[in-house]
């Protein structure tokens, strides 16, 4: 039986969304228990980010676009997708006024914030670190009042 999901408020996302949207653990991609904000200390100020699962920081890269992910292959290995492996689209409204929604893309389903595909760092070696924020100038952090992508929709989007 698959269960539709519907918006859900940033404080109501939890290990329930998980299970309420077929979420099933896998083990090439991490776990989606929640996505919250929550304050990390961001180049030595503490400053309100996006988390994902394991209290992992959620990044975007500025070379990318609503319709080309520029992080593949090898790539992967230290700005690792923000995946769900079994997703019917989930579309979450944050205090910030932003759109969380699933796509379909070449690693799975993978997360995006106002049309900026997620990603967590490798180099994170602790929960709640921020330490890829404005590596190479083109990795940030995902902070609930991220603009939307330029030409990105929430509509437009091919759900997952």
């Not at 019917?88 to 932003?98: E, N, Q, S, V, Y």
């Not at 990603?119 to 190479?136: C, H, I, K, M, V």
Request: charged share 15%; hydrophobic share 40%.
């Amino acid at each position: 039986m698959r269960i539709r999901c519907v918006d859900w408020k940033v404080a109501l996302v939890a290990a329930t969304l998980a299970t309420a949207c077929g979420h099933m653990p896998s083990t090439t991609s991490p776990r989606i228990l929640a996505i919250q904000p929550v304050s990390v200390t961001v180049s030595g100020t503490p400053e309100t980010v996006l988390i994902g699962d394991a209290d992992r920081s959620l990044y975007y890269s500025s070379s990318d676009t609503p319709t080309r992910v520029t992080c593949r292959d090898v790539c992967t290995h230290t700005w690792v997708p923000f995946l769900k492996p079994v997703a019917p689209l989930i579309r979450t409204a944050f205090a910030g006024g932003g759109t969380l929604t699933w796509v379909r893309g070449s690693d799975g389903c993978q997360a995006e914030y106002n049309g900026h595909p997620l990603f967590t760092y490798a180099g994170d070696l602790r929960p709640d670190g921020a330490s890829g924020n404005d590596l190479q100038g083109m990795w940030f952090v995902v902070t609930p009042d991220l603009a939307p992508a330029v030409g990105w929709s929430a509509s437009a989007r091919s759900s997952c």
